[in-house]
Structures are given as structure tokens and as C-alpha cells.
């Protein structure tokens, strides 16, 4: 349950970043103000799915506590997969809207300015790129959360035991 929580969350920011590029007025990439724009609004995304990573973890963390005590390790186990499971998923499913997206966005560019090559070669290398580090990048901070909460949640079942 945490692995497709985990996901859709990833999914739905993923796709606001698609939308937000389908409103991408023609010549919006050529000045260093936009491309600011781009970057802050990149790093903001970045932000997010860090903050959703971890908070997998640690529904995974919580999760688990309901059934049965959790100590950190347990926690930091199982988030990690559930980080590193749902950044797959959500990769997988993004590269497909990355192709959609690139296609609408090359038949934007004119062949007579020769960018569309250049703007297919670096969103496949990029897509590429995230589909192999994402999910290691998942692992870290999903293992991060579940290792958190599973510290918080296995403190909280000792002093009721007490």
C-alpha cells in the first residue's frame, strides 16, 4: 500500500511538471531568466519528491507498527524498498509521458532551426539518467523516512510497554 501511495504522489507531481510545460509559450527556453524559472521550478519538484520518498518510508514505517512493534532497522528496511519501488514505478510510467510530451514539443521547433535532434537526444539521455538514479535516490530517502519513523514509532511502543 505505501509503494502505490508513494507512486501516485510521484505521478501527480511528475505530471503538474508535464503540464506546466504543455503552457511553455514557443520561445520561452532562450533567455537565462526563463531558464532561472525553469531551474527554480525544477528544484522545487526536486523538493517534493525528496519530501514524498520520506514520507513513504515512513507510512511503511507505521504501517508495519500497526501489525506488530518496529525498531529503526525494520523501518529503515522496508522504506527503502518502498522508496526505491515506487521511484521505479513512477519512472517507468514518467519516461512514457516524457515521449508524449517531447513529440508535442518537437513539432513546436521548426526543422530549418535544428534543435529538434538535440531536443530528442537530451530528453531520452535525461529520461535515461532518472530512470536508473531515481530509484536509488528512493532507496536513500525512503530508507531515511522508514528509519525515522520506526526510531519515533519503536520509542512510542516502549513507553507504553512500561
Known amino acids: 500500500m505505501a509503494i502505490g501511495v508513494t507512486a501516485v504522489l510521484q505521478l501527480t507531481l511528475a505530471l503538474l511538471g508535464y503540464a506546466l510545460s504543455m503552457f511553455l509559450p514557443r520561445d520561452f527556453l532562450v533567455d537565462a531568466r526563463s531558464l532561472a524559472v525553469v531551474a527554480v521550478v525544477a528544484l522545487g519538484e526536486l523538493t517534493l ?88 535516490i528512493g532507496l536513500l530517502l525512503g530508507g531515511l523516512g522508514g528509519a525515522i519513523a520506526g526510531l519515533i514509532l519503536g520509542r512510542s511502543n516502549s513507553v507504553r510497554d512500561i
Open 49 to 136: 519528491t525528496a519530501g514524498v520518498d520520506a514520507f513513504g518510508g515512513a507510512l511503511y514505517a507505521w504501517l508495519h507498527a500497526r501489525q506488530r512493534p518496529i525498531s529503526m532497522h525494520p523501518g529503515a528496511l522496508g522504506g527503502a524498498l518502498v522508496g526505491a519501488a515506487s521511484r521505479f514505478v513512477s519512472e517507468l510510467v514518467s519516461f512514457f509521458f516524457n515521449l508524449v510530451i517531447l513529440a508535442m514539443f518537437s513539432s513546436r521547433v521548426s526543422p530549418a532551426e535544428g534543435q529538434g535532434a538535440d531536443l530528442w537526444l537530451l530528453s531520452l539521455l535525461s529520461s535515461i539518467f532518472a530512470f536508473f538514479w531515481s530509484p536509488f
